[in-house]
């Protein structure tokens, strides 16, 4: 199935950072991290990098060239001890936000904005929402022995994250999507899709 970050990656070229921003960015995230680090270590929280941040650290030692964002992970227990601690340790300077905390955060995971700045992604942009820097923060969730019950709390969690992005990609589209697929027969297609998708749900 296509995903909306590789189409997007393919019909927003124009949007793409330049080398010198794309630095800036990683710079500032990787500040970032620091602070999540700090409390990680000073509460004894285990996280752990992932996707490409775990893949630019180990390949690249530091960030993929051209990635632009940062992912960690953490059981659900450590993240419990750890959005209070950091909620203390830095409550100016971040907001820790999850899912269905806000009728207008529309992630699907954790993420950790940075007070005071301005980020603004393509599938949110002239939506109403939080636009500010950001680290993923992707949670890992306790899952019954293997088995039959394994599975089944597999399937449903997989059809429950991809039909919320369905709904969020076809309910939410920012003004300059809108205005792209009128221009773009791929990116048209592909919202056809999801108002089918959504309609099958």
């Not at 301005?118 to 002239?126: D, L, R």
Request: aromatic share 12%; proline share 4%.
């Amino acid at each position: 199935m296509r995903t909306s970050k590789s189409l997007y990656s393919r019909c927003f070229e124009e949007y793409r950072l330049s080398d010198e921003t794309l630095k800036k960015l990683q710079n500032e995230l990787l500040l970032m991290l620091i602070d999540v680090k700090s409390v990680c270590d000073s509460c004894q929280i285990n996280y752990m990098l992932s996707g490409g941040s775990m893949l630019g650290a180990v390949r690249h030692q530091g960030f993929i060239p051209w990635d632009d964002d940062i992912d960690i992970m953490m059981l659900r227990s450590e993240y419990e001890r750890f959005k209070d601690s950091f909620r203390k340790a830095f409550p100016d300077k971040y907001a820790v936000s999850e899912p269905l905390s806000d009728a207008r955060y529309l992630s699907k995971m954790v993420k950790i904005f940075k007070k005071g700045t301005t980020y603004v992604e393509i599938p949110t942009a002239g939506v109403s929402g939080q636009d500010m820097l950001f680290l993923d923060l992707f949670i890992i969730e306790n899952v019954p022995a293997p088995g039959l019950l394994r599975k089944l709390k597999a399937v449903l969690y997989d059809t429950a994250f991809k039909a919320s992005s369905v709904c969020i990609d076809y309910l939410y589209p920012s003004p300059i999507i809108e205005k792209k697929a009128a221009e773009v027969p791929e990116l048209s297609e592909y919202y056809r899709f999801l108002e089918y998708a959504r309609e099958m749900m």
